[in-house]
Every structure is written in C-alpha cells, then in structure tokens.
C-alpha cells in the first residue's frame, strides 16, 4: 500500500520560508517520480513542481527561482523548499509520485491525472 505523508505547513508573514516534506511507503521511492501540487482557495488543485527519478526537476512558471524541490532516496523523501512567500502562494500543498513521468502538457505543466498516489495535504498560510 502505497502511503505519502506531508509536513512542514504552517503559518508565515510575506516574504518569509518553509520547508515541506514528503515522506513515501510502498513503493520503490528511488524509481518514482515526486510532485508537489497546491490547491489555491477558490481555486483547482495545480501543478507546482516536480523531481524525476534522476534527479531532474521542474517547476511552473509562478514559482521558478523561489521554489526548490529535492529528493533523499536514503530517506524515501521528497521535499520543497519555499522563499519569497507571497500570499497567493496561500493554499493547501499536495505530494504525489508515480513510477512513470509522461510529457508535460504544453503550458509546460504536470496534471494530476499523471500521479496515481497522494498524500493528505498540509496548509500553508501566507499573510501578514
């Protein structure tokens, strides 16, 4: 039985940081790919980043150069460093993994239909 669990939400002032973790079961965590996805208040779960298996990451547009994502397969766990919060980073954040990574959609986004495993979610909350 696959199972993800997310950390390290909370409560932050604009501009401030986080840290979330991912932690994975159930599967080989090494050969799997991990996502990040958010869910914005009023708004659909969306895209956040992702790291493939070898390391390779991606991000959407909205977040490229305050966000990091990175994985320790010694640890089975993926984690997002956050910087530069702003409000409308405001929303609940989601991992996923999946052992194949398809092509992103042309935006250059992952949807949540190419993720078959998810964790429960933790709120992150930007204001001042």
């Known amino acids: 039985q696959v199972q993800l669990v997310e950390s390290g939400g909370g409560a932050v002032q604009p501009g401030g940081s986080l840290r979330l973790s991912c932690v994975v079961s159930g599967v080989t965590f090494d050969l799997n790919a991990v996502a990040w996805f958010r869910q914005r208040p009023g708004k659909e779960r969306e895209f956040v980043s992702v790291?493939?298996?070898?390391?390779?990451?991606y991000y959407t547009r909205s977040v490229k150069g305050r966000f990091t994502i990175s994985r320790d397969n010694t640890k089975n766990t993926a984690s997002l460093a956050m910087n530069s919060l702003k409000p409308e980073d405001t929303g609940v954040y989601y991992c996923?993994?999946?052992?194949?990574?398809?092509?992103?959609?042309?935006?250059?986004?992952?949807?949540?239909?190419?993720?078959?495993?998810w964790g429960q979610g933790t709120q992150v909350i930007v204001s001042s």
């Open positions: 790291i493939a298996y070898n390391g390779m990451s």
């Open positions: 996923a993994t999946d052992h194949f990574l398809p092509s992103p959609a042309p935006s250059g986004d992952w949807s949540e239909r190419d993720f078959g495993s």
